[in-house]
């Protein structure tokens, strides 16, 4: 069993920045490929980015990248994520979540781990 919770959401003007963490507990994450995901009012859930398990390789949705940065610190059982010149369509509650294999990792039913997610509402 995982637990994972996430931090460091907020508000942010366009352009602004915003580092998400997630601290994970129960089991140590370098056993599970990691990802990042958000869900803004009226839509479904969306993938963002994602980390293999010992983090030299990312993936990210088209809309982030070059803006978005995910890592991730085994040692301390935690994943990150950089959010740089922000977007007001970047505004969603974004969820932590973590996964046994990396196939079909774009794909939020594959995850098997959630956090209770953190609010990002970027201004115009």
């Known amino acids: 069993q995982v637990q994972l919770v996430e931090s460091g959401g907020g508000l942010a003007q366009a352009g602004g920045s915003l580092r998400l963490s997630c601290a994970a507990s129960?089991?140590?994450?370098?056993?599970?490929?990691m990802g990042w995901f958000r869900q803004a009012p009226g839509k479904e859930r969306e993938f963002v980015a994602a980390i293999s398990w010992s983090g030299p390789r990312t993936y990210y949705t088209d809309s982030v990248k070059g803006r978005f940065t995910i890592s991730r610190d085994n040692a301390k059982n935690s994943v990150y994520m950089q959010m740089n010149s922000l977007k007001p369509e970047d505004t969603a509650v974004y969820y932590c979540?973590?996964?046994?294999?990396?196939?079909?990792?774009?794909?939020?039913?594959?995850?098997?781990?959630w956090g209770q997610g953190t609010q990002v509402t970027v201004s115009s």
């Open positions: 979540a973590a996964k046994g294999g990396s196939d079909s990792y774009r794909v939020s039913a594959t995850y098997r781990y």
């Open positions: 129960g089991r140590t994450v370098s056993n599970y490929f």
